[in-house]
């Protein structure tokens, strides 16, 4: 049986070659942090997560420094007995730079991301975004859901996979607290 096209992308991207993906961060760090750009370079991974080569469909990539998302110690004054250097993480990275990208693009909204490479300062990552005035995304049925009012702002509001994920959304069980919010869980478990 023959593999498609889609196949061999994706097992080509579990083990890329290493020399192009340098060669491409390199020039990445040089450019800006927040590039549209005209196609996707996964475009397996893009396709499988709603992207459409047609009007109203645009890619972003974007670069984000890792690290640095520990508390910062006190230096002086009073301080707490148990003033501890802990690390917060209520945000995924790929939800930050969903929601940076959404603050740059007012007009679009937010439908996926997906990774692209890392090295030892950044993360890059592509986002799809969608332009919901068009009438290619208004008249389509499996777009204009995210014509709604409903989602507005999604990424701001946690509403994509990578913020439901940060939530604590994936787990559907009964005990779990975080549904329909952390507040919402905390009191309706009195």
Request: glycine share 8%.
């Amino acid at each position: 049986m023959t593999k498609g096209l889609y196949y061999h992308l994706r097992e080509a991207w579990k083990k890329p070659d290493q020399k192009v993906l340098r060669e491409r961060m390199i020039e990445w760090r040089k450019s800006n942090s927040i590039v549209k750009i005209d196609k996707p370079l996964r475009l397996d991974r893009a396709r499988a997560l709603g992207y459409k080569a047609k009007k109203g469909f645009i890619v972003v990539r974007i670069r984000i420094k890792r690290g640095g998302r520990k508390r910062p110690t006190q230096k002086k004054g009073r301080r707490s007995k148990r003033m501890t250097n802990r690390k917060v993480v209520k945000m995924n990275y790929k939800w930050v730079a969903e929601a940076r990208v959404a603050r740059k693009f007012p007009n679009l909204e937010v439908l996926n991301s997906y990774n692209i490479g890392k090295d030892g300062q950044n993360y890059f990552y592509e986002v799809i975004l969608i332009d919901k005035q068009r009438p290619e995304i208004k008249n389509n049925k499996d777009t204009k859901w995210i014509t709604s009012s409903a989602n507005k702002n999604r990424v701001l509001r946690g509403l994509t996979s990578s913020g439901k994920k940060s939530r604590g959304l994936r787990n559907k069980h009964p005990q779990n607290k975080n549904r329909p919010s952390v507040r919402a869980g905390g009191r309706r478990g009195k």
